[in-house]
């Protein structure tokens, strides 16, 4: 995992701890490698994820792919809710 950032003091600000252990345990739990940029006051995620989201004919497969696609966009979901929340909050 790697965050590249235009604005080191937002990016400082919104990495709380709790976010940081988020992150660390997605990368654990999965093994998925992924950047996050924050740029320009703007967030995106790049996940380098392979064949996800592309369906397979082998249905043992299958259900973990789909949780493991589902749980790549519940993280993107949950830190941007985060990250929103922490900046509405945040003095500037």
Do not use: W
């Not at 997605?26 to 950047?35: G, L, R, S």
């Amino acid at each position: 995992m790697d965050v590249y950032t235009d604005n080191k003091i937002l990016s400082m600000r919104i990495l709380t701890a709790d976010i940081m252990e988020k992150l660390v345990d997605f990368c654990t739990k999965y093994q998925i490698k992924f950047d996050i940029h924050l740029k320009n006051n703007k967030l995106y995620y790049r996940f380098f994820i392979g064949d996800s989201f592309e369906p397979t004919i082998y249905k043992e497969q299958e259900k973990y792919k789909l949780y493991k696609d589902y749980s790549i966009l519940k993280l993107c979901m949950d830190l941007s809710e985060k990250f929103i929340e922490l900046i509405d909050n945040m003095e500037i």
